[in-house]
């Protein structure tokens, strides 16, 4: 799977809204970009998975210029409820049966 | 909802005692499941592949004899750490997908505490 670089924490407040951005210089032609959400103590969540241009959802957008060689996840309008850890992931499509690596992620912390 | 259940959520024992964590795949068949743990401020380590009907695989490291996984069925598998020490204490994270192209889901994961 391709190695992935985020930012290691970003602060934002209540109302905001917050573009995380993720590096993959070395992203193979198969494959996608995937994000998800980790609470303290809970297990990762599925937030969002693109290709290319833009992909929209009722959570997030993600963001992939032409060269996919980085995305970005925007949350609108954070709220409290949005402090958490946002990992980025590349990899197949078919990764249902294959394992996945994280990085170290992004620890965004929404203040009020 | 949740689709991936995991059981128990925390788990506190004395050191020597083994412990087993319980993954359900709750609406869907998966032949394929993952472990993870996961320690304070880390990101999540893979630590074996468990596979429906077949031995588990292991990533480097990881002793096999001291992290029992058996999946007996296609919607459970099953981590037993044997005679669990302080420094097994950690957070387990197991997943699974509906299919080989959706996305995996993660369990709430197991909070183990070794004394």
């Known amino acids: 799977l391709a190695k992935t670089t985020q930012p290691i924490s970003m602060d934002s407040y209540e109302g905001q809204e917050v573009n995380i951005t993720c590096s993959h210089n070395?992203?193979?032609?198969?494959?996608?970009i995937t994000w998800y959400q980790q609470f303290p103590s809970q297990g990762p969540r599925f937030i969002i998975q693109g290709y290319k241009t833009k992909v929209t959802n009722e959570v997030a957008s993600l963001f992939i210029p032409a060269d996919r060689k980085s995305s970005t996840l925007s949350l609108p309008r954070v709220s409290l409820s949005d402090t958490a850890v946002y990992y980025c992931l590349v990899g197949p499509l078919d990764t249902g049966r294959r394992a996945l690596t994280f990085g170290s992620g992004t620890r965004l912390q929404v203040q009020p | 909802g949740a689709v991936v259940s995991q059981h128990p959520s925390w788990v506190i024992c004395k050191s020597g005692t083994s412990v087993k964590i319980e993954c359900r795949s709750l609406?869907?068949?998966?032949?394929?499941m993952f472990w993870y743990r996961q320690f304070p401020k880390q990101s999540l380590m893979l630590m074996a592949t468990?596979?429906?009907?077949?031995?588990?695989?292991?990533e480097q490291g990881v002793e096999k004899d001291k992290f029992l996984i058996n999946h007996a069925s296609l919607t459970l598998s099953t981590l037993t750490v044997t005679s669990a020490h302080p420094e097994d204490s950690s957070f387990y994270i197991c997943?699974?997908?509906?299919?080989?192209?959706?996305?995996?889901?993660f369990g709430d994961g197991t909070r183990l505490s070794i004394l």
């Open positions: 997943s699974a997908s509906r299919s080989s192209n959706q996305p995996q889901h």
């Open positions: 609406d869907f068949q998966a032949t394929t």
């Open positions: 468990s596979n429906e009907g077949s031995k588990a695989t292991y």
């Open positions: 070395n992203i193979a032609t198969n494959d996608y």
